[in-house]
């Protein structure tokens, strides 16, 4: 058992708490039970794992399943696990993985959100997690955003991150300029848009663009668009979190392509 805070895994991983240490080792943190229980269901390829007695006690067949789908499995003290943890009160379970497994390109079907520039973890990984709920194709950022597999973007993801297709673009417009090539509708939100979000055709292929918290979409993304619509507030309130505002578009696409398919199935 691993008790020593100098151990060298121990000072590797604590290291991937930091931007800058995950891109050296191209590695990157997941942190307790329900990550990793995700991580083995779709088997992605775990470099370490790292749990407490008291864990491996608990979850006797998930730490089975993890030792087979990783390079190296330690049991180590609660002393040990804490410092390794981003969290306050890890659950007793800390992993690393590989990032170069992530995808570089998705296929433009569906509906798929494209994000300028976001900032927060936590609106990432909520996106993330929405996308993944209503059935979407796919999720792209910009390479100015927070890192795809930041922890907190795993943890606010509550695991989606490894069901979603994901991928980090080096060039938004290209990329938004590619969708339209493939057929795809481009669906920008703009507090100025005359159009309401529900006024769309969400039946077609469609990436709906969204920008950042502060400073909202980039004009020039903004007038590519081949829609630009508007999610109707009341007076006073001045915008949404982007996170919800993803929300609600997806869930109008889902509704929509759902009553097509019962219209069908009913004819």
Request: aromatic share 4%; proline share 4%.
């Amino acid at each position: 058992m691993l008790t020593s805070l100098q151990n060298s895994l121990v000072k590797q991983i604590r290291k991937l708490h930091s931007t800058k240490e995950r891109h050296k080792q191209q590695l990157f943190l997941l942190e307790g039970t329900h990550l990793l229980e995700e991580a083995c269901a779709v088997n992605y390829p775990l470099e370490t794992v790292c749990c407490t007695p008291d864990w491996q006690a608990a979850h006797a067949s998930l730490w089975e399943e993890a030792c087979s789908q990783c390079d190296r499995a330690e049991i180590v003290s609660k002393e040990v696990l804490d410092a390794i943890a981003t969290t306050v009160q890890p659950d007793g379970v800390v992993a690393t993985a590989k990032r170069s497994v992530r995808q570089t390109q998705l296929p433009f079907t569906g509906i798929i959100l494209a994000l300028e520039t976001v900032q927060d973890p936590g609106n990432l990984g909520t996106m993330i997690r929405a996308a993944a709920a209503a059935g979407a194709s796919g999720l792209w950022v910009s390479e100015d955003s927070v890192d795809l597999d930041s922890p907190k973007v795993l943890r606010a993801s509550a695991g989606q991150w490894f069901r979603l297709p994901t991928a980090v673009t080096e060039d938004l417009k290209a990329t938004v300029q590619q969708s339209q090539q493939a057929g795809m509708q481009v669906v920008a939100t703009l507090p100025s848009a005359t159009l309401t979000y529900w006024e769309v055709d969400w039946r077609k292929p469609s990436l709906i663009l969204l920008g950042n918290e502060g400073a909202g979409l980039s004009a020039e993304l903004a007038a590519i668009a081949d829609r630009q619509v508007r999610i109707p507030l009341s007076p006073g309130v001045e915008s949404l979190n982007v996170a919800i505002a993803a929300a609600l578009m997806l869930y109008e696409a889902r509704r929509q392509i759902s009553q097509e398919l019962e219209l069908i199935t009913f004819l």
